[in-house]
Nanobody, 120 residues
Framework: QVQLEESGGGLVQAGGSLRLSCIAS????????MGWYRQGPGKVRDPVAT???????RYADSAKGRFTISRDNAKNTVYLQMNSLKPDDTAVYYC??????????????WGQGTQVTVSS
């Protein structure tokens, strides 16, 4: 069982930056997909950014040009650099990692989340 722990959240003013980190208890080299999701008050959990084992990245429209996802296999860590933050970015941010177990099945691992609050 892989444990994920997020860190780096906090309170920041609009226009500021934060870098979230997600460290896994084991190697992430076998993870096929890693990503950041967020859930705002009264909202569903939505994807923010994902990165594949091959390094391909995808971003939600709201994150494009402002957020950057990256990973460091040697440190078993995935990062989310968030710049030009807006009040609408306020949410609990969750790290997710996925490991394929067969052609159609995968194990998902979630962190506990880290709160990001952007003040106007």
């Amino acid at each position: 069982q892989v444990q994920l722990e997020e860190s780096g959240g906090g309170l920041v003013q609009a226009g500021g930056s934060l870098r979230l980190s997600c460290i896994a208890s084991g190697s992430i080299a076998s993870m096929t997909l890693m990503g950041w999701y967020r859930q705002g008050p009264g909202k569903v959990r939505d994807p923010v950014a994902t990165i594949t084992s091959g390094g391909s990245t995808r971003y939600a429209d709201s994150a494009k040009g402002r957020f950057t996802i990256s990973r460091d296999n040697a440190k078993n860590t995935v990062y989310l650099q968030m710049n030009s933050l807006k009040p609408d970015d306020t949410a609990v941010y969750y790290c997710k990692m996925q490991k394929s177990t067969s052609l159609f099945l995968a194990d998902d691992y979630w962190g506990q989340g880290t709160q990001v609050t952007v003040s106007s």
